[in-house]
């Protein structure tokens, strides 16, 4: 975590952090000196650690809640844990087989997949998770279709060679029979397929600039319902699952306009778009702990995020909960999921290649 500091603390102090970090994380409740003894096994004595505590809050590492006589950390004490501190879960072969044989790798369609995937990492951290597809402007083509739908209605499907499906209704003029459709979509399947969304998009808009002449009619009508069908989509597909695991937490039951204020913000798909713009060239996970992320929405909560890979592009994987998640598992659990993502689009995409 670039440019966020981390305060060196004594071994003491260090041990007494992730104490008390990891027993607020586990119960929700402030943490006294007497649980942490009990903790440590009377290692160390109730004064010390009462001492070690109070060293910790003029650090700014722990607070004292108004209606507890026990800490919390604060966001910068939760940072140092993190970063100087945490050592993540090793998962257990039956975790992963747990997290795999939910068959979401054996969905039908890559967007199954996604859904698939996002509710067995829900299902695991008892928090909500969020995938965002691979943006499909740098998406390649693998196919073009137009299907007759009803009298002027054309349902336009196009399919990356990740195995992303885009579908758009379009509206014309006359009505296209299915042979005529047949037609158009042969045409673009021979030009377009290949390239990526955006050059897609340049090679229809200068085949169209072109003298008149240049084309058949069928031509002419093909590259326009082709720019019709694949002009920019608003967003690539953004799945949430497990929303109403992270509203039964203490920190959200007891604050509904918290609540209300983060449900509005895993809706804004273009701050998800930002987040995953500064995670796209990130080697590993990334964990954003309240103020960090930037978003007002988010204060309350921890985010751990990782970016997956696919021949359509790069997306996006990620647990949110409370500030207090267990991040010594979600880290592994967000790490695994993405690797997975990755290693089975990828294949549906060679696979698309290989029969296409």
Known sequence: MDGREVVVQTEREMLILREVVEAYIASGEAVGSKAVAERLRNRLSSASIRSTMQSLGESGLLEKP???????????????????????????????????????????????????????LSQHM??????????????????????????????????????????????????LDRAHLEGLTNYLNELLPGRTLDDVRGLIAAEQQRDEAAHSALESEALELGRRALGYVEDAPLVIDGAARLLETKEFAEAPDKAAQLLRALEQRAAWLELLDRVAHATD???????????????????????????????????????RLDYRRAIPLVRVVAHRLSAVLRSRGEELSATG
């Open 66 to 120: 108004h209606t507890s006589a026990g800490r919390v950390p604060t966001d910068r004490g939760y940072r140092t844990y993190l970063d100087a501190i945490l050592v993540p879960a090793e998962l257990r072969p039956r975790d992963l087989e747990s997290l795999t044989g939910l068959g979401w790798e054996e969905g039908f369609s890559s967007q199954e997949v996604l859904r698939g995937a996002a509710h067995a």
């Open 126 to 175: 008892g928090a909500i998770s969020l995938i965002f597809a691979p943006r499909l402007e740098s998406a390649v083509l693998r196919r073009i279709q137009f299907v007759w739908l009803a009298p002027r209605r054309v349902l336009a499907i196009a399919i990356t060679q990740g195995g992303l499906v885009h579908e758009r209704l379009l509206r014309v003029d006359v009505d």
């Open 285 to 323: 996970i990334e964990v954003y702990v309240g103020h960090e992320s930037g978003r007002a929405a988010l204060e309350p909560c921890g985010l751990v995020v990782s970016r997956y890979d696919s021949d359509s592009g790069v997306g996006l994987v990620a647990v949110l909960g409370p500030k």
